[in-house]
């Protein structure tokens, strides 16, 4: 990882007595693109909210660029660019108007570049805020985080509501921030889109980070799916006991059998290759499969007993 | 999992569930209300302890009969209605604020949406939500008739149960009545707030159209124009006088008819929309520009951007507040010959015009005086409306993105209070020019330093409530801070105003700001006086933003 630019250690957040985070510690490098997926209230936007100082934190640190989150917030800010998660902005502005606030109360806007931001999302800024939809509302909310060039981008589930075209639009807008070495902090549960955009990942659940680690990393513990069709009926014991095979369904009266598989597949295909094969097909799981794998249990990859 | 409950009775009808809504607000108003009644029946007794008094006090009551009808004043039933007068307006706020936000409030927060995916028709959701406040406003005149019977059981009035519970119900229509004006409003507008804020205008109108019948012969026709007349013809607390059953009919036909307007209106348009109004009636819109940058004055910093936000309801609350201020001019020009006569003649009578609101050698002073009490109460409540609207900047998660930018907290709360504090000095000084006018154009001769000192005094009252809101609002969310800030409002102004005729000691009296605020009309401001406001306001300011800066935001 290149110098973090992002540092949380140990932070924790309650709300009176009820539970924000606890404990969560993690670093995002310079130039990073970092995933933070979890489910409804895990604490993606409590963690987020206390990065941009709009919580105070009861304990640990959160710092960006090396200052602390809290006592040098302003300093901060300049950095940042920032969607919140629900955003509500005054409804008797135009798009245009409150992207000219925002740009004003920031400083240093390129309007070229802004032209641009507007254009490449296809957002009409002349219709009041409160004429938006949801979509248009969050394209507004959008640019006015990019437009200043910020050094860190701060997105809370940035897509929710935005058409798949424009969801593309925003990967490719991500893609190159970070190519300029932005680094971006994107909290969201849609999977696919981490997957796509990210470079790490880290994952919360009830307050707590069950793990980080690269995209990649994280499918360590995925699970992948086999179906072989056969000619003949074959006993679901063939493959029951082979290495690597984690559960067994017999599919179609014994003609097929549908294989939940972790690690290696050498055995289950040399052990097939007895019978005259149909066909066989493979799937591989999307990161939705390893996040809610990680929602079964307590984070923990939960021994699943094989099924016949 | 936890074993899925039945629901309780309340929310098995969105009536019920509206009236559960309304508990609070119908404990509240209806005891404050009731109490409010009963604090001038308190106070009768001193003022009629003698036959000279009694006689002195009736005729006082007729001089000011733009306040209310000077009907046997000098008897307890009969003193109360007189005293709470033109004081209607405080008790139709609640209807106003509820039927602003039932629908358009609802339409705001998208909840709207969701409720009227239910299988019912939209008639039937808007009916049995108007029949909900209906049944909400019926308790509080339950509540307010049953206090004020006891209040007059314990002051030897001679009006029964049956006539308080009557007083109620006169207040529970004329309540309905302007519920039902902010219901209609609230088809054409897009949020509450300008809904609330026309029919606030809509009820000040009304008085003053009211009061015309009173101040000016021959013109009882204009004054049927106005609800508020068929309010004034029932006065169950006076026996001898009774209820208008005519009076309160055309009460509730104006609310049904209002009201029934309003759910027509509803059912016909769309949702998160407004009623499309003919092109003459249309307010000319500039059109929309797709350049960038814009261009505002209005977009350069949280402070010019709160000003443009306060821009359109400072505009009608000076409407009305300078209106009102050059109205009570004329008035009084009315009222000076006749009082001069009495005065000169009735030692008693001078006695109880100090009692009643202040007194004095120079009569235009003395009178202007007594209704210039209304004006900082009217600054103060704008100042409420305003800090409503802060609290719930931050509870409805406006003030996120604004944080994010490079600006301290403290800034942008300070950039806040400052237009709200230029907001008020403009409605100061357009109220100062055109009280001004209007004495100059009536004839009636004013001390200009203090005429100036009264209008602009107001100020820091304003001032001072904005900051003990935003303070509050660094705790409470923004129904509690609203309600704390209104609470403090009323409390203060019945302190200075019921105070007095009760004897209440100095201390108390000095809880309120009106007491430093005092009669500036006759005797100037007191600097001292002055300096309290404003250091009592600079520390609660002071406090609120180093609360603001600490706080979590919207939690």
Redesign the interface.
Known sequence: MTQPMIEVEKLTKS?GGKRGIADVSFQVGEGEVFGFLGPNGAGKTTTI?VL?????ADSGSARVAGLDCWDGS??I??L?G?V?G???????L?G??I?????????GVD?AY??QL?QRLDL????KF?QYSTGNKRKV?LI?AFMHRPRVLILDEPTSGLDPLNQQEFDSMVNEASAQGCTVFLSSHVLSEVEKTCTRVGIIREGRLVRTGGVHELKDIKRYEITIAFAEVVPVETFKALEGVADVEMLNNGHAVRLAMQGAADAVIKAASRYHVVSLTSYEPSLEDVFLRYYEGDGQVAPEPARV | MGRWRRSPPVFRSIFLKTLRDYRIAILGWGIGMGLVIVSPMASVATLISTPQQRAALASLAASFAWNADPVKADTVGGYATFKIGIFVFLIVVWPLLAASRMLRGEE?RSSLDVLLSVPRTRVRVAVEKVAAMWAALLAMAVLIGVIAFLGGKGFKADFTLVDGLLFGLNLALICAVFGGVALLASQFT??RGPAAGITAFVLLFAIVVDMVHRVIPNTDWVSRFSPIYYYNLSKPLIPSYGTSAGGMLVQLGLAAVLSGAAIWLFARRDVGSTVALPRWLSLPRRA?????????WS????YT?SLG?IGIPTFWWTLGIAAGAGWMVVVVQQLVGRMQTLLAGSPAFQHLLIQMGGAGAAFNASFLNAMFQLLPLLLMAFAVTQVNRWSADED???L?????????RILVLLGRFAALATATVAIGLVTLAVTAIAASVVGVALDGTNLAEAVLGIIPMGLLVAAIGYLASGWLRTAADTGLVSFLLAAWFFISFIGPDLNWPDATLRVSPFYYYGSPLLHGLQLANVAVLLGVGIVALGLASLRFA??????
């Open positions: 709300y909210r941009m100082a709009l919580l105070r302003i300093a800010k300049r940042i920032y919140p629900e955003p509500s902005l005054d409804p008797n135009t245009g108007q992207l000219e606030y925002f740009a004003n109360l920031r400083g309007q802004l032209k507007i009409d800024p002349s219709r409160r909310v006015q | 705001e897009q949020e929309p520009t797709t350049a960038l940058p814009v261009r505002d977009l350069r910093s949280v951007r936000m409805d998660g406006r996120e993105i604004v944080l994010s930018t490079p600006h301290s600490r706080k979590d935001i919207g939690v």
